[in-house]
DNA sequence: GCTTGCGGTATTTTT
DNA sequence: TACCGCAAGC
């Protein structure tokens, strides 16, 4: 594509950003002001003007999905696929680079990756081994502390000496014996992966150098979201002046308790003095109210940067404002709003997951498909973690977690007698644990002897095999993984095609190039990126994962002080984080915004009175419509409000809180409706198309919500009456149509 | 090694 | 209220 063409339907802000030359350059990208687009037309511009080839391209976001999406929208405006270059996340790109230097690095030749579980797992069983009594030191805290110091570049050492209390030395300690426990079973952790790239580029100088030389264009999105190993690993790429290009949005910045540091978007101009700043001024997503609604909201926070963003999508209706009685009413207002919405895309966004419970009852009464995104994923299911813990022993032969969870199941007779056993001869004989189980010691009794012979037969016989598939399909007919499970029962059931569906994706990885050990390495990375069901029906969400998304109609519920905002200690950080959180959610609508909240809560069991959110106090009345029965007697304007701290807060915050009451009657409830349907409803050349109706031998019948992909490669997302929603692979999975 | 019952706990979770 | 993790008992 020429450049003219490239440029075309872009707005002022969005072609200065993408036509920006060499040297580093900040995007402030608001919520729906394009920001995507400008990183693939700025890629695509890149390239096409010739200031760039593809092998210099480095393109790093948070997800899988983002960087598919963000490979895909490139190939499309360039017409054929960048080649050489990298787009992926920052967890790719780093393993990617240790896989390349694993001795550079430290790591053993085959090293395998732990993930959540697996980390908790071996913090368990440091915690034991060293004696932690719970109570003082319980196991999140630690983990959330380990990973925090892996974030933050510290090592045990550098954490033990900036400990403020016996209790912070005890975590370095803690750290230290895991960073030995991991090293033994050669293993790195998700934090690792960053943590060790970063140290691997500080001492290889010539490799960092030669990083440096390869890839002269680095691309980063979702800037505001990077913690100090993310930005100190962009440094060591680029340098001082380098052409960077980081795009995002302080504003949306939520995942502050997970190590994002606001302050890397906040003060880049100080990190890299010479860039240049583009804000995208103009949304096109949102209708006006909703979007000078969340303006409002969000001029009550103070870190950051004051803005304006102009509504380009048209007036609009209203902000709609509900008081429920209590969590059921709330449910069913919105249930009964939503059903008149139809046609578009809806979703019910709450703070936690809990949340979701009441909606979901009144969906199934009401018989309204609907989709929850998140629940139990299927990468973390403990039937295809059993699996894949077999398959992970076969490439990491050392990998002790993986080995404790494969012999435990199915049971084989080998226990924890037999364990300590094996424990012991390992530390004897300086071996990790699978190879002394491997040499099966004397001292073990026969049974467990047999069992393991039998068990080390089985892992080199799925080692033998040359593809992912066959590796997988060797281990569920040799293993009694499926045979544990009946086919009377629903959950069972669920449970083996759940392992089909490994099989499946082993299949399709396999279709991909991928050997067994890629594959494994895509899954630790992959966590079930491919299932956010946009654009199909009712979704229900959390706020979190929401971002990224957008909805014709969004309802933005349990609006209440405690809940949005959640507050535990609370400190005036994560107000705003809160405040954000809101912000994002009240910004992923299109046409309708409704904010509910219910005077009665019942919550771990008790029901409590609620306070209306300070949130909805912040929003200038003029815009909302409040739909409440019991409008102005109890409505929230009614409810006191008190503000925590009136004085600490931004002038702007304090302006905008002197609200008038709306001088016009409520303008009528005409629903408007995207022209020419919504979302993002893709058919397929085989005919799978959103809305069919399919049936599955072990499912039985279900709906196609979503089609993703092309030919060979489709995914359909299928809500199942019975079994819920599902992502399967048509060519693989035996679907009939109906 | 598996089941049962008790008590403690209760966000958000891109990889 | 509900769930999870752990310990005791089969």
Redesign the pocket.
């Known amino acids: 594509m020429n450049e003219d063409l490239l440029l075309a339907t872009l707005d002022e802000d969005q072609r200065r950003a993408v036509t920006h030359g060499e040297g580093p350059l900040l995007v402030l990208a608001g919520a729906g002001s394009g920001k995507t687009r400008v990183l693939t037309t700025r890629i695509a511009w890149l390239l096409a003007t010739g200031r760039a080839r593809s092998h210099e391209i480095l393109a790093v976001?948070?997800?899988?999905?983002?960087?598919r999406e963000m490979a895909e929208r490139v190939e499309a405006l360039l017409g054929n696929a960048l080649r050489g270059g990298f787009v992926g996340?920052?967890?790719?790109f780093a393993?990617q680079l240790l896989r390349r230097h694993p001795h550079e690095a430290g790591l053993p030749e085959r090293f395998a990756v732990y993930?959540?579980d697996d980390q908790?797992g071996l913090l368990?069983q440091v915690l034991k081994s060293l004696g932690v009594a719970?109570?003082e030191l319980?196991?999140?805290v630690v983990r959330?502390r380990v990973s925090a110091a892996k974030n933050a570049l510290l090592s045990p050492e550098k954490l033990a000496s900036a400990a403020r209390n016996s209790r912070d030395e005890r975590i370095a300690h803690i750290y230290k014996a895991y960073q030995q426990r991991l090293a033994a079973a050669g293993a790195v952790d998700?934090?690792d992966?960053?943590y060790l790239a970063v140290a691997l580029l500080e001492q290889q100088d010539a490799l960092r150098r030669g990083l440096a030389e390869r890839f002269r264009w680095l691309l980063v999105d979702?800037y505001?979201?990077?913690?100090l190993a993310q930005a100190r690993l962009v440094r060591l790429l680029g340098g001082p002046h380098p052409n960077l290009t980081v795009v995002g949005d302080e504003d949306q910045?939520?995942?502050?308790?997970?190590?994002?540091e606001v302050e890397n978007i906040l003060r880049f101009e100080e990190a890299y003095p010479r860039a240049t700043v583009v804000t995208l001024g103009r949304n096109y997503r949102s209708a006006e109210p909703i979007l000078r609604a969340a303006a409002a909201l969000i001029a009550h926070n103070s870190r950051r940067r004051p803005k304006q963003l102009s509504s380009q999508a048209g007036a609009g209706v209203p902000v709609a404002v509900f008081q429920a009685a209590d969590e059921n009413d709330e449910a069913r207002f919105v249930v009964d709003e939503l059903a008149g919405v139809f046609p578009g895309t809806v979703a019910v966004l709450y703070?936690?997951?809990?949340?979701s419970?009441p909606f979901e009852a009144e969906l199934v009464r009401r018989s309204v498909p609907y989709v929850v995104?998140?629940g139990?994923?299927f990468w973390e299911r403990a039937e295809v973690k059993d699996a894949l813990a077999y398959l992970r022993l076969v490439v990491a032969p050392d990998d002790e977690l993986a080995f404790r969870r494969a012999?435990?199941?199915?049971?084989?007779?080998?226990?924890?007698?037999?364990?300590d056993h094996l424990s012991r001869a390992a530390a004897q004989w300086g071996v990790s644990l699978p190879q002394a189980a491997r040499r099966c010691p004397p001292a073990l009794a026969p049974r467990a002897r047999i069992a393991l012979s039998e068990f080390f037969a089985l892992i080199d016989g799925v080692a033998a095999e040359t593809t992912a598939a066959a590796a997988v399909r060797r281990l569920l007919d040799g293993s009694g993984l499926l045979d544990?499970y009946s086919v009377d029962d629903e959950e069972d059931r669920a449970r083996r095609a759940n392992l089909d569906q490994l099989l499946a994706a082993a299949a399709e990885a396999g279709e991909r190039g991928l050997d067994l050990a890629g594959f494994l390495d895509e899954v630790?990375?992959?966590?079930?990126?491919d299932t956010s069901a946009a654009g199909a029906t009712v979704v229900l969400?959390?706020?979190?994962?929401a971002?990224?998304l957008e909805f014709d109609t969004v309802f933005l519920v349990g609006l209440e002080e405690g809940l949005l905002p959640?507050?535990?200690?609370?400190d005036e950080a994560?107000a705003e984080?809160?405040r954000r959180?809101a912000y994002v959610g009240m910004t992923r609508a299109r046409r309708r915004l409704y904010l509910t909240w219910a005077s009665l809560r019942?919550?771990?069991?008790?029901q409590a009175e609620t306070r209306p959110s300070r949130f909805l106090h912040e929003l200038p009345p003029h815009l909302l419509d409040d739909r409440s029965p019991l409008q102005g007697r109890d409505s929230f304007r009614t409810h006191l409000h008190r503000p925590t701290s009136d004085a600490a807060r931004p002038a702007a915050a304090q302006a905008a809180e002197r609200w008038h009451r709306p001088a016009a009657a409520t303008p009528s409830q005409t629903v408007a409706h995207p022209p020419g349907g919504a979302g993002p409803r893709r058919s397929d050349p085989n005919g799978w198309r959103p809305g069919m109706k399919v049936r599955h031998p072990t499912f039985g019948h279900g709906v196609v919500l979503q089609v993703q992909g092309t030919a060979a490669q489709v995914r359909l997302v299928v809500f199942f009456d019975r079994a819920g929603r599902k992502v399967l692979i048509p060519s693989l999975a035996k679907l009939e149509r109906v």
């Open positions: 976001t948070f997800t899988n999905k983002a960087a996340t920052f967890h790719r393993l993930d959540a908790k368990q719970e109570p319980p196991l999140k959330a998700f934090d992966m960053l979702e505001q979201d990077t913690n910045s939520i995942y502050r308790w997970r190590g994002a703070r936690t997951n809990a949340q419970r995104v998140g139990t994923r012999i435990r199941v199915p049971a084989r007779g080998v226990g924890e007698v037999a364990m544990q630790a990375l992959l966590s079930d990126a969400s959390t706020l979190h994962a971002k990224g959640l507050t535990r200690s609370g994560d984080e809160e959180l019942r919550l771990y069991g008790q």
